[in-house]
């Protein structure tokens, strides 16, 4: 698509390789322009939540790895015997 674009714009009257390389030059200044765009919005200051549902998502799964497993009792220990 970009190839035929640009090989319309060699047959213009005396402009044939300034446009072409202008043309060329146009993609990766938009897509520099694009790139800032977006980085700037990736970067925005959002509402700060403060640390509290972090902190209580961790008590809620420190409490559920704490709690024994039912029918777990006596599973993984194994006796050890010396010979």
């Not at 698509?1 to 319309?8: A, F, G, K, R, T």
């Not at 777990?72 to 050890?80: I, P, R, W």
Request: proline letters at 5%.
């Amino acid at each position: 698509m970009v190839n035929l674009l640009i090989s319309q714009l060699r047959t213009l009257k005396g402009l044939e390789v300034g446009m072409a390389a202008l043309a060329w030059l146009l993609i990766p200044l938009v897509a520099a322009i694009g790139a800032g765009l977006w980085g700037s919005w990736a970067n925005r200051t959002r509402k700060a939540r403060g640390d509290g549902p972090e902190l209580i998502g961790y008590a809620r799964f420190r409490e559920a790895m704490e709690k024994p497993r039912p029918g777990a009792e006596g599973q993984g220990k194994e006796q050890v015997t010396s010979v």
